[in-house]
């Protein structure tokens, strides 16, 4: 069992930068990956970023360029700095950890609760 809790949400203006953190804890194996996925009212869940030994990093086109992933696996940290913050970046950002590298909320097998990002414009 993997507990994941996210910190860091909150109301930003346009332009403005957000760090999210997830915090994990429990067997470590079913953090080989861990991601960020968001979702927007009436929208479903869609993938953000994605990090892992085999794929290194990868972002969604949408946040490329402005979105940075990280992890410190001696503190079983998870993070994403948020720069250039958007309307439509508002979502509540959740983070997820799996055992194989993957766009699909489906294939991810533990969850935060999420943390609320609203960017005004």
């Known amino acids: 069992q993997v507990q994941l809790v996210e910190s860091g949400g909150g109301l930003v203006q346009a332009g403005d930068s957000l760090k999210l953190s997830c915090t994990a804890s429990g067997r470590s194996d079913s953090l080989y990956v861990m991601a960020w996925f968001r979702q927007a009212p009436g929208k479903e869940r869609e993938f953000v970023a994605i990090?892992?030994?085999?794929?290194?990093?990868i972002y969604a086109d949408s946040v490329k360029g402005r979105f940075t992933i990280s992890r410190d696996n001696a503190k079983n940290t998870l993070s994403l700095q948020m720069t250039s913050l958007k309307p439509e970046d508002t979502a509540v950002y959740f983070c997820?950890?799996?055992?194989?590298?993957?766009?699909?909320?489906?294939?991810?097998?533990?969850w935060g609760q999420g943390t609320q990002v609203t960017v005004s414009s």
């Open positions: 997820a950890s799996g055992f194989g590298p993957s766009y699909r909320s489906q294939d991810y097998t533990n």
């Open positions: 990090i892992s030994r085999d794929v290194g990093r």
